[in-house]
């Protein structure tokens, strides 16, 4: 474990990534004390450049300050990513270790639904969930977990079925543990990896699914959100540039961010690489 | 392919739909309130008379059972229900839709499919060099970019700044006295941005498989052969690496073919496209549930439909796959 | 004339890597019309030497010294393009694995033709097809007009590797070098390759560098031999010298660590049986689809036989013969479709729970890849001591059972708290042996056990198992591919062809008198068979 830290510690794209996601968790924690009020309210003149009047960014339509609404935005987007990635992993997971180490008639049926769930659109379908059991955080959190699962299923299923071919687990049987001790002890603990890998990605994935709802205008309408000032600014982008650039610059940073650390988490587990 | 095979894969086809319709249900069972007023929408949410209408049509007061199989027996004779808001079958209102998202989301495909493997070839060929770094990065940045800001970035720069392109739209508001060519070549300027907007992000996707795969077919024992052969650099990389590295580009693209869809919706929103995302945008803003579950079908129909296509392609280029 | 004459040749490995040459001033000549064997155990160099010849070391991996001359041309200073030139032209390349070293996407007439445009230049579409029909001939591949348009897949591994010979020979080489071609191959393909490539090198008087670990393939085919240990060139010479009269203490070794030379082990008297199999059948079927007729491979067929205490049963056979699937049923690790098996005449296929768990701990197994066995993430005495306290003993009571076995595998107690990456094949095959006697069985199964060690290795570890087995008063079960193993260690012999038994009998029986036809094709199909006969024989 030790050695991956440092694989890891040596990239510096991962440190990188590291650096930059330390920057928007930062300005989430920060958007209260730097702008107190809410992200919502009108500070100035509707449509002002950057640098202008006191603000930062510019405003938007409503002559709401850009900045603000980033740095109130940024803590939406970080927990609904990470709220629905761990929904997501905790079924895909679940059922893809069933799948993979049962085997048989289990599996078949497992893999069936996964494809199933594969197939559907998965945007479209979280516009469905989140239009008909009303926009709200919740709703968006079960939606975009709801679509996110299946490729971590059927990682884990993949992972699980050759980690349990492997003799070591075998062996394990013949010693007399139980099923579920050898699951636990010897299976998940080696095919967990790539799976966090994933897991790591499947968050910069929910925050693009999450900005790309809200532009939908099926955001919750409590918070402010970079998909929803995007969204905002599409009418008046001849006139008003900053309105959507910032915010989808937001977007892309953390995204990039969390990529990075997934891909430098990659190497560092992967011993394949960590080795040479 | 054999007869059995053919056979089971429609049996496939076939449950996935169904499995899909009675998620639609369940759906719509499962929103608050009254489902007559979801299917009603807002059109007519007050209207008591109205919704008793619904609700009879519907067969809302029968048991869930006797309802779903109403449902899943409209949805096998492509009854899709009717839009109460825009006063028109849902049927209808699809199919004069689906042609603009089929052209988008098929070039889109083709353009992804096709630059992905090529600049993710050639980063892999030049694996660690500054051409491979410039790819890479570029396709870590794309990779993570939202769709529908990018799209917003490409009008900036080639429709308000540059003004090369139109912003929006399918066709030239003037199209009606074009001649067939010059129409086919307006709507053709009218896909650029989209299309290659849809198909950039997913090319960013491909291309990182690709180099990944190249650079793991690099160290296979029958490019050893091939070089042990006396082969040149460039006749390995057509003959024996691009084919092989391709195959799970090819299997991913499949998989991602239901995500290009729902890409496409926000695309078509940005665009002002005239096809099924549109639809899903006005249907979103208007809550005309009808409407969005039709379209959820028939998306997903769609979804199977290109997963054939990839199948067919990967038959193709797979040999073992064809005699399986 | 010589054709071929590595000079002072020095290959230097990557920093970091566990020594700083992969081999060093390295000296011998092949001949015209001559197979010089290149033999060594693993890590020795030899697959870098042949893969330097061609210019294929792997990345990172470089001739630093010495040269290659070729005639008057050194291989170790050419353009890529002159390389290219020499590749599958003058000089030919077959590998290890042929299923990995065919294209799996094109077909193996083409793979074939490729080789031929390459170097022949512009030569007609309906040449080059003749051409290759006409090495199909001649590698023996069967109705070659068909063949050639089939895919890798749709062959079996000998035909596969009569394609690489021919995509070889196309170019009529003056040199082939041939990398472990056979080791990949079941015993019986080996020896019909072995006498392919025999054949052909006198009928196209080429010079080959045959690569192998097997000192038996050595006697079979070589002219001249070339000892190698860790990079070094031990001793060579012509294969009657170097074999008959070895100078090197090590070559003695390699000669005398093959197995199956000794006296015949005697069976025990009759005893009453630990282990009882009655018509064992098994059947594995992959679905193809909902409705797709599924495929069905037999790995049992009426399986029958007995196991006493003391006894060692060998079991012999090809791969897909079913002979890694019976030690599985045994265990129950694999459910058998019908059939019984009694220990001390109970049924094991109707026990549960904690019967179950009694049967498995008196029933132990150790596997072939010693890589795959030993979890990766676990110290090596945590691995040990799960059996034990799956069991009820206290940890650190069971800590001491394992140092003790540890102890006794000859690895020491300080093994305990090391992890498996820290050892090598033959070490962890020791902690797989220790793991399994933890336990304390009475049935111990060898799955391919020592199949994966250099033979010096494969010798100890044989020698262990045999002194645990006599210690313990074991009935063991060794299931191998190697008739010489089972000559080794077994008191009887059972062997199995697609699920089925073939013959078993007494060892000395099976193999001064073998009554099946497949069993006598196995025995013939030894490598090396006559040449230790000969020297087994007192002069």
């Known amino acids: 474990m030790n050695d991956s830290i440092r694989t890891f510690l040596r990239q510096p794209s991962g440190l990188l990534g590291l650096a930059i996601l330390f920057l928007v968790c930062l300005a989430a924690a920060l958007a209260p004390i730097l702008y107190p009020g809410s992200p919502w309210d009108m500070v100035g003149a509707p449509l002002q450049p950057p640098g202008t009047a006191g603000s930062l960014l510019g405003t938007d339509t409503m002559g709401r300050d850009i900045a603000s609404g980033i740095l109130h935005g940024a803590s939406v987007s970080l927990m609904i990513g990470i709220a629905s990635t761990i929904a997501a992993l905790a079924v895909g997971v679940t059922l893809g270790a069933i799948a993979g180490y049962a085997g048989g008639m289990v599996d078949r049926l497992i893999v069936r639904f996964i494809e199933i769930f594969q197939t559907i659109p998965n945007f479209v379908l979280a516009i469905l969930l989140v239009a008909i059991l009303t926009p709200s955080i919740s709703t968006i959190i079960l939606a975009i977990g709801l679509v996110s699962w299946p490729p971590l299923a059927r990682l884990t299923r993949v992972q699980v079925q050759s980690i349990a071919a492997r003799e070591f687990v075998q062996a394990a049987r013949c010693q007399g543990l139980g099923s579920m001790s050898i699951l636990l002890r010897h299976v998940i603990p080696n095919a967990i990896s790539p799976i966090i890998v994933t897991g790591s990605m499947t968050v910069a994935s929910a925050i693009l699914i999450e900005a790309a709802l809200s532009f939908m205008g099926l955001g919750d309408p409590n918070y402010m959100s970079w998909g929803y000032m995007i969204g905002a600014g599409r009418t008046v982008i001849r006139m008003a540039w900053w309105a959507s650039l910032f915010p989808g610059l937001a977007i892309l940073l953390t995204a990039v961010a969390i990529n990075l650390i997934g891909e430098a988490l990659n190497d560092a587990l992967n011993p394949r690489i960590s080795r040479s | ?324 | 004339m010589t054709l071929l004459s590595v000079q002072n040749l020095s290959i230097a490995l990557p920093a970091g890597a566990d020594r700083s040459h992969a081999v060093s001033n390295v000296n011998f000549d092949i001949e015209e019309n001559q197979i010089v064997c290149l033999v060594g155990e693993s890590g020795s160099g030899k697959s870098m030497i042949a893969h330097a010849i061609l210019g294929l070391l792997p990345p990172g991996i470089a001739v630093d010294g010495g040269a290659l001359m070729f005639g008057a041309t050194d291989l170790a200073h050419l353009t890529p393009a002159e390389r290219r030139n020499v590749r599958g032209d003058k000089i030919s390349m077959i590998f290890q694995e042929p299923l990995t070293a065919l294209n799996p996407l094109k077909r193996v007439g083409e793979q074939v033709a490729e080789a031929i445009r390459t170097h022949q230049g512009a030569m007609p579409a309906r040449e080059v097809t003749a051409k290759v029909v006409e090495l199909f001939q001649q590698v023996g591949l069967p109705d070659p007009e068909r063949l050639r348009l089939s895919y890798p897949f749709q062959l079996s591994g000998g035909q596969r590797q009569r394609v690489m010979i021919a995509m070889a020979l196309c170019n009529n080489p003056k040199l082939l070098i041939a990398d472990e071609p056979t080791t990949a191959l079941d015993v019986t393909t080996q020896r019909q390759i072995l006498d392919l490539i025999k054949g052909l090198q006198k009928t196209h008087n080429m010079g080959v560098l045959f690569i192998t670990h097997d000192i038996g393939v050595v006697a079979d085919i070589a002219d001249k031999v070339v000892v190698l240990q860790k990079g070094d060139i031990v001793e060579s010479g012509s294969a009657d010298a170097v074999l008959m009269q070895p100078e090197k203490a090590y070559t003695r070794m390699l000669l005398d660590a093959v197995p199956g030379k000794g006296a015949f082990r005697q069976a025990g008297e009759p005893r009453p049986p630990v282990l009882e199999v009655r018509g064992l059948q098994k059947k594995f079927v992959t679905r193809q689809g909902l409705f797709a007729k599924p495929r069905e491979t037999v790995a049992a067929r009426d399986v029958s036989c007995q196991l006493a205490p003391g006894d060692t049963l060998a079991v012999v056979g090809e791969s897909g013969s079913g002979k890694s699937t019976l030690a599985r049923i045994l265990l129950r690790l694999v459910e058998p479709d019908a059939g019984e098996i009694l220990w001390h005449g109970k049924s094991v296929r109707q026990m549960k729970g904690r019967e179950l768990r009694d049967f498995r701990r008196r029933a132990q197994i150790v596997f072939q890849d010693p890589y795959s066995s030993l979890d990766p993430r676990l110290k090596v005495g945590e691995s040990i001591i799960r059996g034990p306290i799956a069991f009820g003993v206290g940890r650190v009571e069971a800590k001491k059972l394992a140092e003790k076995w540890l102890e006794r595998v000859g690895l020491g107690p300080q093994a305990f708290d090391r992890f498996p990456h820290e050892f090598s094949g033959g070490q962890r095959q020791r902690i797989c042996i220790a793991r399994a006697l933890t336990l304390r069985p009475e049935i111990l199964i060898a799955d391919e056990a020592v199949s994966a060690l250099d033979v010096s290795i494969q010798a100890q570890v044989l020698d262990l198992l045999n002194d645990l087995k006599t210690e313990m008063g074991l009935a063991m079960i060794f299931i191998t591919h190697d008739l010489r193993v089972a000559r080794e260690i077994a008191d009887r012999v059972l062997v199995m062809r697609k699920g089925e038994i073939e013959e078993e009998r007494p060892t000395e029986e099976l193999f001064e008198n073998p009554r099946s036809d497949y069993t006598k094709r196995l025995l013939e199909a030894v490598p090396g068979r006559a040449f230790f006969a000969a020297r087994a024989a007192p002069a």
């Not at chain 2, 899909?20 to 309130?33: H, Q």
């Not at chain 2, 077919?217 to 490019?223: G, P, Q, R, S």
């Open chain 2, 1 to 324: 392919m054999s007869l059995a095979a053919i056979f089971s894969r429609v049996a496939g086809i076939v449950i996935t739909i169904f499995v899909i319709a009675t998620i639609n249900f369940v759906l719509v069972r499962a929103a608050p309130g009254d489902p007559a007023a979801v299917i009603a929408g807002q059109s007519g949410a007050t209207d008591e008379k109205f919704l008793a209408q619904v609700r009879a049509e519907y067969g809302l007061d029968q048991p869930y059972v006797v309802q779903l199989g109403a449902y899943l027996g409209k949805v096998a004779t492509l009854d899709l229900g009717y839009s109460y808001r825009l006063r028109r079958p849902v049927k209808d209102l699809i199919a004069e839709r689906l042609g603009p998202t089929l052209l988008l989301t098929l070039s889109a495909f083709l353009i992804s499919l096709l630059g992905g493997v090529v600049f993710g070839a050639l980063a892999g060929v030049r694996h660690g060099k500054i051409s491979d770094l410039a790819i890479s990065l570029l396709a870590l940045i794309l990779y993570a970019t939202p769709v529908f800001w990018f799209g917003l970035m490409l009008v900036l720069l080639f429709s308000i700044k540059l003004e090369w392109l139109p912003a929006f739209g399918y066709v030239d508001m003037r199209a009606g006295s074009f001649g067939p060519f010059a129409y086919a070549l307006d709507v053709l300027k009218h896909l650029c941005l989209p299309a290659l907007t849809l198909g950039a992000i997913y090319m960013a996707m491909y291309a990182r498989l690709m180099r990944a795969s190249v650079i793991e077919v690099a160290a296979e024992d029958y490019i050893k052969t091939a070089r042990a052969k006396g082969l040149t650099e460039g006749a390995i990389l057509r003959g024996h690496m691009l084919r092989n590295a391709s195959l799970p580009v090819i299997t991913f693209a499949g998989l991602q073919v239901g995500a290009m869809i729902g890409g496409a919706v926000v695309v078509e929103t940005v665009f002002s496209w005239p096809g099924l995302g549109r639809l899903i945008f006005d249907a979103v803003t208007s809550r005309d549930y009808p409407v969005l579950l039709g379209l959820f079908l028939v998306m997903s129909i769609l979804v199977i439909a290109v997963n054939l296509l990839t199948d067919l392609i990967h038959r193709l280029v797979d040999p073992r796959l064809a005699v399986r």
